[in-house]
């Protein structure tokens, strides 16, 4: 019997890509496509990333519709399936929902472990597994650029790297009693709460999602965070706690025992001959005024950090409280050169944030299409690779603009972030020059140019946005929002002709 | 990277928020995502609607409209409102000068959060009124 030997071992390779969740995969397949030779490298034993250990309560957030109105591993159907990664082999795509049980829209944990590990067996993704990345170090300057990078299995050296390791170090800010809370990283089988009354500081997806699989074992749930709970169902964005773990909310507003407090965290204290019981000390920020509840167990859900070791100390900026790093519109650290971030690290280059809806690039699918913008970057831009750039006529333009307003997936699911671009180059003609950055398409001067996407603005209306580039001016059209969200009829091919003439001499009125 | 108190103690000391109390000021940096941007990164683009509320915690933005450069703001300062208010696409570009970090509040959230908070709005009327005050200064 021969053991295969285990890819790539250290040593010089022009780009490193460290982790193997969804963000890791997706980028190394990306840049595969592109024939970017990369090493694949990471701590865990196996893929999946973060879907190995949560949700804690074992079932996603992010739904799969295994019946959906476009064909199954046709583009059109990425829309409804939010799990799973890109390929462009018919066998490595829409994986996931034929790993699903039928119980749930929403695949179990297991279901998406299995969906990635799936991927990266069927499109022949290669990782170091069992590689921990250890440390960073610029390559000398007389010696040209790049990093080395240290793991467990020596040093690798890199001329870019790509860093997908996720948000996943647990976070609980300072304060007095802190060491007496667990993170909800590390919390207990549901069981061992049986009976028990709980705290949880915040009131994200984390903390309801406790409270939730709480429910039918705490005594006592209380809920406790400074400003008052959202809720996606509210905010009409993936803002705000998810309509699967409003449950604690329902049972809190009609009296079961849930309670929510608006209060910032004061202390935490043993409760004095209370048997290991905790007081937990709050104060109001709806009334004012002070709070004292006595608890079992304390649970910090106050999210997570980036494990992205010394990058800060060689040059790499971080913000808040997650240390997220600082990123270009292509997801390069602004302030460290040839240092890219993919998978849920991506959501730090925010865009517009227009109306206050963010981007989905925290989840796999927002992430799984920048990885594929991403690729493609690196691709042209630092490799010298020749994407082509395909013609359009004229007069298929507003044909081709209303079928993806219909059907293309990042649009949909990257709205007023990702947009298709349309250029009028001076020496080719009309070119699709494929999906960018919408704050690049703004921020970057060029031939006059119309880039397409989809917007919301927290209403519930869901509508084209085209931003045109004339001259250098670029102007924000809007289409009406329609109801069922068609975009591809007769009217929205009139009002999109109306726009793209102003910019594309030679599309034809259609009536 | 700043902790969380010394943004507070950072935000205490702001007009706009200087009425409020401790846990007030602690549910404002709740309700406010933080936001950084970077040199020559454009924080409000001229035209487009949907922009946010800013308050600047650190750093310096460049006030621009059709090209002309109408102010530079600076740690405390606020801006985006005027577009909110009115409902209409923004004023003006604002960029970053420097590395800059912001509270920011979607458009849509104002009004309530105003309401809200009367002692902040009326803050934010008398910088209007000192804004208003400058710009019909004569010889200015």
Redesign the interface.
């Known amino acids: 019997v021969t053991v295969s030997p285990r890819p790539f071992p250290p040593g010089p390779y022009p780009v490193v890509v460290i982790g193997s969740g969804p963000g890791g995969l997706q980028i190394s397949y990306a840049l595969r496509r592109f024939g970017i030779a990369h090493a694949l490298i990471s701590n865990d034993p196996a893929p999946g990333g973060m879907f190995r250990r949560w949700p804690h309560f074992q079932r996603l957030l992010s739904w799969t519709k295994p019946h959906a109105p476009a064909p199954r591993g046709s583009r059109a159907y990425e829309r409804y399936d939010w799990n799973s990664l890109l390929a462009d082999e018919p066998d490595a795509r829409a994986l996931q929902p034929g790993l699903m049980d039928g119980s749930s829209y929403f695949p179990s944990r297991p279901e998406m472990e299995a969906n990635l590990a799936s991927f990266a067996d069927r499109a022949r993704i290669a990782v170091r597994f069992d590689c921990a990345w250890t440390g960073t170090r610029r390559v000398d300057e007389d010696a040209g650029r790049g990093f080395v990078v240290e793991t467990t299995d020596g040093a690798y050296r890199a001329e870019i790297l790509v860093v997908a390791v996720g948000v996943a170090e647990p976070y609980s800010?300072?304060g007095i009693g802190m060491e007496l809370t667990h993170h909800y990283a590390a919390v207990r089988p549901a069981e061992s709460y049986a009976g028990h009354r709980v705290l949880i500081l915040g009131k994200q997806n984390s903390g309801f999602e406790l409270a939730n699989g709480l429910l039918p074992w705490a005594r006592d749930i209380v809920l406790v965070?400074?400003?008052p709970a959202k809720f996606s169902v509210q905010t009409r964005s993936l803002a705000g706690v998810r309509a699967r773990y409003v449950q604690p909310y329902e049972d809190h507003v009609l009296g079961g025992g849930v309670a929510v407090l608006?209060?910032?965290l004061d202390r935490i204290e043993r409760t004095e001959g209370g048997d290991g019981s905790l007081t937990v000390r709050v104060?109001?920020?709806d009334t004012?005024g002070d709070l004292a509840v006595e608890v079992d167990d304390v649970i910090s859900a106050t999210g997570f950090t980036t494990p992205i070791l010394d990058l800060p100390e060689i040059g790499c900026?971080?913000?808040?409280?997650s240390?997220l790093p600082?990123l270009s519109s292509w997801w390069e650290s602004?302030?460290l050169p040839d240092v890219y971030f993919a998978g849920t690290i991506g959501q730090a280059a925010?865009g517009?944030?227009?109306?206050?809806?963010p981007a989905n690039s925290g989840a796999v699918h927002g992430g799984r299409y920048n990885a594929m913008v991403l690729a493609q970057r690196i691709a042209t831009e630092r490799f010298g690779v020749a994407v082509p750039r395909p013609s359009v006529a004229p007069g298929d333009l507003v044909s081709t603009i209303a079928t993806e307003l219909a059907e293309a997936p990042e649009l949909w699911h990257q709205r007023?972030y990702l947009a298709r671009v349309f250029t009028v180059d001076p020496a080719a003609g009309l070119v699709d020059d494929g999906v960018q950055p919408l704050?690049h398409f703004?921020?970057a001067t060029g031939p006059d140019a119309v880039a397409v996407t989809l917007?919301a603005?927290?209403t519930g209306a869901i509508y084209p946005v085209l931003y045109t580039r004339v001259g250098g001016d670029?102007?924000?059209r809007?289409l009406e929002p329609d109801p069922l969200l068609r975009y591809d009829g007769p009217d929205a091919r009139r009002t999109i002709g109306r726009i793209v003439r102003e910019v594309v001499p030679g599309v034809p009125t259609e009536d | 990277m700043i902790d969380r108190d010394e943004l507070l103690d950072s935000i205490a000391g702001f007009g706009l928020f200087s009425d409020l109390s401790a846990p007030q000021l602690e549910a404002i940096i709740h309700i406010f995502d933080e936001r950084m941007f970077t040199a020559g990164e454009t924080i409000v683009h001229q035209g487009l609607s949907g922009s946010g509320f800013f308050v600047i915690v650190d750093g310096e933005a460049l006030v621009r409209a059709d090209g002309r450069e109408l102010a530079r703001l600076g740690r405390g300062d606020f801006f985006g409102e005027v577009a909110i208010l009115l409902g209409v696409p923004a004023i003006a570009d604002v960029t970053a000068l420097g590395q800059i970090r912001c509270l920011v509040l979607p458009g849509h959230q104002v009004e309530s959060f105003l309401i809200g908070h009367p002692k902040v709005m009326y803050r934010m009327l008398q910088a209007q009124a000192r804004r208003l005050r400058a710009a019909n200064r004569p010889g200015t």
């Open positions: 800010p300072p965070s400074p400003s608006d209060a910032a104060r109001r920020t004012g900026s971080i913000s808040g409280r240390r600082l602004t302030t925010k517009l944030v227009k109306h206050g809806v007023a704050t703004l921020d917007e603005d927290g670029s102007q924000e809007m």
